[in-house]
Protein backbone atom coordinates (compact mmCIF):
# COMPACT_ATOMS: atom_id res chain seq x y z
CA UNK A 1 0.00 0.00 0.00
CA UNK A 2 1.45 3.19 -1.02
CA UNK A 3 1.87 6.11 1.05
CA UNK A 4 1.12 8.60 -1.93
CA UNK A 5 -1.81 6.84 -3.01
CA UNK A 6 -3.60 7.05 0.30
CA UNK A 7 -2.77 10.45 0.61
CA UNK A 8 -4.54 11.23 -3.10
CA UNK A 9 -7.66 9.02 -2.21
CA UNK A 10 -7.43 10.54 1.24
CA UNK A 11 -7.36 14.53 -0.10
CA UNK A 12 -9.92 13.22 -2.97
CA UNK A 13 -12.49 12.34 -0.06
CA UNK A 14 -12.18 15.75 1.48
CA UNK A 15 -12.54 16.96 -1.67
CA UNK A 16 -16.16 15.25 -2.70
CA UNK A 17 -16.71 15.80 1.16
CA UNK A 18 -16.65 20.17 0.85
CA UNK A 19 -18.46 19.34 -2.54
CA UNK A 20 -21.16 18.23 -0.90
CA UNK A 21 -21.47 20.42 1.79
CA UNK A 22 -20.88 23.18 -1.36
CA UNK A 23 -24.43 21.62 -2.08
CA UNK A 24 -26.40 21.60 1.52
CA UNK A 25 -24.93 25.46 1.51
CA UNK A 26 -26.84 25.82 -2.02
CA UNK A 27 -29.93 24.97 -1.16
CA UNK A 28 -30.02 26.96 1.49
CA UNK A 29 -29.00 29.94 -0.57
CA UNK A 30 -31.20 29.25 -3.40
CA UNK A 31 -33.87 27.93 -1.68
CA UNK A 32 -34.05 24.98 -3.28
CA UNK A 33 -35.76 22.13 -0.76
CA UNK A 34 -34.58 18.58 0.19
CA UNK A 35 -35.54 16.50 -2.28
CA UNK A 36 -35.89 19.10 -5.46
CA UNK A 37 -33.02 19.08 -7.49
CA UNK A 38 -34.22 21.57 -9.64
CA UNK A 39 -34.94 25.18 -9.22
CA UNK A 40 -32.29 28.11 -9.40
CA UNK A 41 -30.15 27.22 -12.20
CA UNK A 42 -26.88 28.38 -9.64
CA UNK A 43 -28.20 25.82 -7.26
CA UNK A 44 -28.51 23.12 -10.17
CA UNK A 45 -24.78 23.88 -11.09
CA UNK A 46 -23.79 23.05 -7.84
CA UNK A 47 -25.29 20.11 -7.37
CA UNK A 48 -24.34 19.16 -10.75
CA UNK A 49 -20.62 19.61 -9.41
CA UNK A 50 -20.88 17.02 -6.86
CA UNK A 51 -23.25 14.78 -8.84
CA UNK A 52 -20.68 14.70 -11.80
CA UNK A 53 -17.92 14.15 -9.55
CA UNK A 54 -19.23 11.06 -7.87
CA UNK A 55 -19.84 9.70 -10.89
CA UNK A 56 -15.73 10.51 -12.36
CA UNK A 57 -14.52 8.48 -9.15
CA UNK A 58 -16.41 5.26 -10.03
CA UNK A 59 -13.61 5.15 -12.99
CA UNK A 60 -11.10 7.09 -11.04
CA UNK A 61 -10.24 5.22 -7.36
CA UNK A 62 -9.74 1.62 -9.28
CA UNK A 63 -7.35 3.53 -12.19
CA UNK A 64 -5.55 5.16 -9.16
CA UNK A 65 -4.48 2.31 -7.03
CA UNK A 66 -4.45 -0.42 -10.11
CA UNK A 67 -1.58 1.99 -11.26
CA UNK A 68 -0.19 2.71 -8.12
CA UNK A 69 -0.20 -0.98 -7.66
CA UNK A 70 1.65 -2.36 -11.18
CA UNK A 71 3.08 0.67 -12.41
CA UNK A 72 4.41 2.76 -9.61
CA UNK A 73 3.08 4.22 -6.72
CA UNK A 74 4.21 7.66 -6.80
CA UNK A 75 3.46 8.52 -10.56
CA UNK A 76 -0.15 7.11 -9.97
CA UNK A 77 -0.66 9.76 -7.33
CA UNK A 78 1.39 12.15 -9.31
CA UNK A 79 -1.36 11.74 -12.10
CA UNK A 80 -3.75 11.66 -9.07
CA UNK A 81 -2.78 14.70 -7.81
CA UNK A 82 -3.11 16.12 -11.66
CA UNK A 83 -6.48 14.61 -11.71
CA UNK A 84 -7.93 16.47 -8.49
CA UNK A 85 -6.27 19.72 -9.35
CA UNK A 86 -8.77 18.85 -12.44
CA UNK A 87 -11.64 18.53 -10.25
CA UNK A 88 -11.02 21.78 -8.48
CA UNK A 89 -10.64 23.39 -11.40
CA UNK A 90 -14.16 22.00 -13.13
CA UNK A 91 -15.74 22.96 -9.71
CA UNK A 92 -14.46 26.76 -9.85
CA UNK A 93 -15.34 27.35 -13.37
CA UNK A 94 -18.72 25.23 -13.39
CA UNK A 95 -19.81 27.61 -10.29
CA UNK A 96 -19.47 30.66 -12.36
CA UNK A 97 -20.75 29.44 -15.32
CA UNK A 98 -21.95 26.16 -17.11
CA UNK A 99 -19.20 26.83 -20.35
CA UNK A 100 -16.10 27.04 -17.69
CA UNK A 101 -16.46 23.79 -16.49
CA UNK A 102 -14.30 22.47 -19.55
CA UNK A 103 -10.98 23.17 -19.05
CA UNK A 104 -11.21 21.43 -15.61
CA UNK A 105 -13.11 18.72 -17.13
CA UNK A 106 -10.44 18.28 -19.77
CA UNK A 107 -7.23 18.02 -17.43
CA UNK A 108 -9.21 15.11 -15.32
CA UNK A 109 -10.44 13.56 -17.92
CA UNK A 110 -6.87 13.13 -19.60
CA UNK A 111 -5.48 12.33 -16.65
CA UNK A 112 -7.84 9.57 -15.58
CA UNK A 113 -7.23 7.93 -18.86
CA UNK A 114 -3.86 7.87 -18.62
CA UNK A 115 -4.05 6.31 -15.10
CA UNK A 116 -6.64 3.44 -16.73
CA UNK A 117 -4.62 3.18 -19.85
CA UNK A 118 -1.28 2.32 -17.91
CA UNK A 119 -3.08 -0.02 -15.60
CA UNK A 120 -3.66 -1.61 -18.80
CA UNK A 121 -0.12 -1.89 -19.88
CA UNK A 122 1.16 -2.87 -16.11
CA UNK A 123 -1.44 -5.55 -15.68
CA UNK A 124 -0.70 -6.63 -19.12
CA UNK A 125 3.19 -6.76 -18.69
CA UNK A 126 2.60 -8.82 -15.29
CA UNK A 127 0.78 -11.26 -16.99
CA UNK A 128 3.34 -11.54 -19.76
CA UNK A 129 6.16 -12.14 -16.99
CA UNK A 130 3.96 -14.78 -15.64
Known sequence: ???????????????????????????????VPVPQTTGDPNF????????????????????????SFYVNPFWGAALGAVWLVGRIVYAWGYYQAAEKRVIGFGISSLSGVV???????????????L
Open 1 to 31: MSPWTSLITALTLLLYFVLTINVGRARAKYK
Open 115 to 129: LLLGSFVGIILSLVK
Open 44 to 67: ERVLRVQQNTLEQLVLFFPALWLF
